[in-house]
T-cell receptor, first 116, second 113 residues
């Protein structure tokens, strides 16, 4: 059973370009979370999605960032007009419908975005 | 809101030494508590978890006990190995938080031979 897949693993963009990060959850998982890890910091929640629905986007910057999880295909985190401060590792995690209070999330290897 | 505070690193130890990483939390309701480990250049792996007060999570020689009275979830290992060198993250989640994980800042551990 393959784990959470993310691609690309490394992405380099120039300021003003767009970045698209992809995440394929584990088989059978219908919940996807995106987290951002700035250098030398912990992970910060960005957005929580189920198929075709954004459940919680309280951690997403108000501008330039968007996320989707379509009925078919991977979840996409899109960053428009990237700036140097967007340079970070972006991690995706997935979980199944879990028991109450036992929400285990499985993480992908991350996409390391570098903005020049 | 929810928050997690863990001791800052780096923590440098010799092989076979005792490791403890302190973690305390603030949360509404009854969260689940987790320790994740991140090896260099990799994503996070779940190390152990506890879902209710007084539960003890354990894995690979690591253990942590959910202490509601002190709102703590300290990680311990009796005898570390070089391969335990990594960054360790304490985290919490729960229905009251919409299932999202709230992480501490991470503690880098370096074990020397």
């Amino acid at each position: 059973n393959a784990g959470v897949m993310q691609n690309p693993r490394h992405l380099v963009r120039r300021r003003g370009q767009e970045a698209r990060l992809r995440c394929s959850p584990m088989k059978g998982h219908s919940h996807v979370y995106w987290y951002r890890q700035l250098p030398e910091e912990g992970l910060k929640f960005m957005v929580y999605l189920q198929k075709e629905n954004i459940i919680d986007e309280s951690g997403m910057p108000k501008e330039r960032f968007s996320a989707e999880f379509p009925k078919e295909g991977p979840s996409i985190l899109r960053i428009q007009q990237v700036v140097r401060g967007d340079s970070a590792a972006y991690f995706c995690a997935s979980s199944p419908l879990g028991l109450q209070g036992a929400y285990e999330q499985f993480f992908g290897p991350g996409t390391r975005l570098t903005v020049l | 809101g929810n928050s997690v505070t863990q001791m800052e690193g780096p923590v440098t130890l010799s092989e076979e030494a005792f490791l403890t990483i302190n973690c305390t939390y603030t949360a509404t309701g009854y969260p689940s508590l987790f320790w994740y480990v991140q090896y260099p250049g990799e994503g996070l792996q779940l190390l152990l978890k506890a879902t209710k007060a007084d539960d003890k999570g354990s894995n690979k020689g690591f253990e942590a006990t959910y202490r509601k009275e002190t709102t703590s979830f300290h990680l311990e290992k009796g005898s570390v190995q070089v391969s335990d060198s990594a960054v360790y993250f304490c985290a919490l989640s729960g229905a009251a938080a919409g299932n999202k994980l709230t992480f501490g800042g991470g503690t880098r551990v370096l074990v020397k031979p």
